[in-house]
């Protein structure tokens, strides 16, 4: 079965400072997709990034990156010198493939990291 | 308009009532989605449509029924419900099925059972 933990419940950061987000996941499967999703306070969860299984190289887009580590099952999320427009809850999600059993369109998600930044 | 849109955006509605929540997508999309997100719960897929064709269903509750009339549109008719069917239920689509494809979120329809 596939898993994504997000330990982080609720985090609180002043704005400018830096924050990671952590996501560890768990899959059987060799090829899979990891993603990143923002939720605002409006609801709509917005597309963040993505990334495939087979490749490991960090993205980095604008104050935002992300740490793929295959060894320790991790995709990291950071934001540098963080905004109050930053706070949100960020969701990470992990691809269904061959062992999900639910077919390779099914996202699994964490349960979220919700960031809030203070002025 | 753009993206994908959700009606109503907040809906508050008695056990006995019947009531139909409303997705639709203007991106030229295949596939649409309805998740269901509970306090303090991951996403839960509830139902999957690929070119008005339902493709998945996750064990949910029959008191919660789909329906996809074409690609751009997409139901969840509710009835009976119980209060812990109080929930933001999100709708998404994307372009086809499968690992390639993010999803596209609307804003939810936050719904309280009474």
């Known amino acids: 079965a596939q898993k994504v933990t997000q330990a982080q419940t609720e985090i609180s950061v002043v704005e400018k400072e830096d924050v990671t987000l952590d996501c560890v996941y768990e899959t059987r499967d060799t090829t899979y997709y990891l993603f990143w999703y923002k939720q605002p306070p409006s609801g709509e969860l917005v597309f963040l990034i993505r990334r495939n299984s087979f490749d490991e190289q960090n993205e980095i887009s604008g104050r935002y990156s992300w740490n793929f580590q295959k060894s320790t099952s991790s995709f990291n999320f950071t934001i540098t010198a963080s905004q109050v427009v930053d706070s949100a809850v960020y969701f990470c999600a992990l691809s269904g493939g061959a062992y999900s059993g639910a077919g390779s369109y099914q996202l699994t998600f964490g349960k979220g990291t919700k960031l809030s930044v203070i002025p | 308009e753009t993206g994908v849109t959700q009606t109503p955006r907040h809906l508050v509605m008695g056990m006995t009532n019947k009531k139909s929540l409303k997705c639709e997508q203007h991106?030229?999309?295949?596939?649409m989605y309805w998740y269901k997100q509970s306090a303090k719960k991951p996403l839960e897929l509830m139902f999957v449509?690929?070119?008005?064709?339902?493709?998945e269903n996750n064990s949910v509750p029959s008191r919660f029924s789909p329906e996809c009339p074409n690609s751009s549109h997409l139901f969840l008719h509710l009835h009976t419900l119980q209060p812990e069917d109080s929930a933001l239920y999100l709708c998404?689509?994307?372009?086809?099925?499968?690992?390639?494809?993010?999803?596209?979120f609307g804003p939810g329809t936050r719904l309280t059972v009474t």
């Open positions: 449509y690929s070119l008005e064709e339902r493709v």
């Open positions: 998404a689509s994307s372009q086809d099925r499968g690992l390639l494809y993010e999803q596209y």
């Open positions: 991106l030229g999309h295949n596939a």
